[in-house]
């Protein structure tokens, strides 16, 4: 079956950029999602990224795909404390149901 | 906009009670999930379903019945709580049409469910 896979913690300095990795298996992937979880909240969509590019950008994220590795990363620009919470992967398979699977998740901890 | 709206928020259980965890959305999405999250673990997918009247099973079922009586309601129901069964509990939604390969999926806030 699928598989996501994530690095459980991230701390970083604020001002400086975050870069949260993200590794899968499932070679039929057609969207990849981040998602952002803040204390006692849901979670919610941050950006995408279709299989067939390989770089996305949308104010201070990044989102790099290697297709040929399965690697996917998002890159904060100028981290903030507010930036602070879980960071979600999620890959959409090819086939029915809009299925995701969802990596375990990256804590980000902004220090001053 | 309320969006996908849980409820309960919180409850406490003991085992072998049963409840049913509540869910609506509000814009007329046709698709609708019901994930659990455990710590570390990110989430697991229970149920899900394409439409009214069609429910179909995720990684985890085992424990869970849902119903897709309405569009906007998917309640998921626990008949014999099991101390397995605390978790965080979130319902999504999306809006999926025939050539639309990008469906995000939208999340309530989560019912936080523990089991004594």
């Known amino acids: 079956g699928e598989d996501v896979e994530q690095s459980l913690f991230l701390s970083v300095r604020e001002g400086d950029s975050s870069v949260i990795n993200c590794t899968y298996t499932d070679s039929s992937s057609t969207y990849l999602y981040w998602y952002k979880q803040e204390p006692g909240a849901g979670l919610q969509l941050l950006t995408y990224i279709f299989s067939n590019m390989d770089m996305k950008q949308d104010q201070r994220l990044t989102v790099l795909l290697n297709k040929k590795d399965k690697h996917l990363s998002l890159r904060i620009a100028d981290t903030q404390t507010g930036d602070s919470a879980i960071y979600f992967c999620?890959?959409?398979?090819?086939?029915?149901?809009?299925?995701?699977?969802f990596g375990t998740g990256t804590q980000l901890k902004v220090e001053l | 906009n309320a969006g996908v709206t849980q409820t309960p928020k919180f409850r406490i259980l003991k085992i072998g009670q049963s409840m049913t965890l509540q869910c609506t959305q509000d814009m007329n999405h046709n698709y609708m999930y019901w994930y659990r999250q455990d710590p570390g673990m990110g989430l697991k997918l229970i149920y899900y379903s394409v439409g009214a009247g069609i429910t179909d099973k995720g990684e985890v079922p085992n424990g869970y019945n849902v119903s897709r009586s309405t569009t906007e309601d998917f309640p998921l129901r626990l008949e014999l709580a099991a101390p397995s069964q605390t978790s965080v509990y979130f319902c999504?939604?999306?809006?999926?049409?025939?050539?639309?390969?990008?469906?995000?999926?939208?999340f309530g806030d989560g019912t936080r469910l523990s089991i004594l």
């Open positions: 999620a890959e959409k398979a090819a086939g029915g149901g809009n299925k995701l699977t």
């Open positions: 999504a939604s999306s809006y999926n049409r025939d050539r639309v390969a990008n469906q995000p999926q939208h």
